[in-house]
């Protein structure tokens, strides 16, 4: 079987592919994100309420951090796709180091709902850089039985 033929050819070695979107920390360009989540899920073969439920959670995750974000920061969103599900890393710079992400929201309610884990990601200042935060969510391909 060629390269070609195999099921996932974008695959590296460890079984994980990645692609990294950066864009300004605006609510405007949201979208551009969330439809690079929906295109990532349904080439993973995710069925449609998966890919609905990551294309919601990537718009909760961005629409909160964008909330937080330091003027003109960058929204950097990772997707790492794998075969069993995709983990999305949403992180932005922010002008206090004590900044964090509200896990206390109904915002955040949404993302556990949605995602199978969320965790908050904080990260302090490097290289005289401004300190980060972000979120970290896992979505299966398929909804786990409940």
Partial sequence: MSDLDSPHP????????????RTSASAALIPTIRA????????ADFDLDAISDLRMAVDE??????????????????FH????G???RVE???????????????????LQTLADEVDVLAAPT???????VGIRLDKLAGDPPR
Avoid at 10 to 21: F, I
Avoid at 61 to 78: F, K, N, Y
Avoid at 126 to 132: F, K, L, N, Q, V
């Fill in 61 to 78: 995750a961005c629409a909160t951090l964008v909330d937080v974000a330091a003027p003109r920061s960058a929204l950097r969103c990772t």
């Fill in 81 to 84: 796709v794998r075969v069993d």
């Fill in 86 to 88: 995709i983990e999305v």
């Fill in 126 to 132: 490097a290289d005289g850089g401004r300190p980060t």
């Fill in 36 to 43: 690079v989540a929906s295109d990532l899920a349904a080439r």
């Fill in 92 to 110: 932005v710079e922010v002008d206090e180091p004590a900044a964090t992400v509200s896990t206390d929201t109904f915002g955040w309610r949404v």
């Fill in 10 to 21: 974008a695959e590296t070695l460890d079984g994980v592919s990645t692609v990294e979107v």
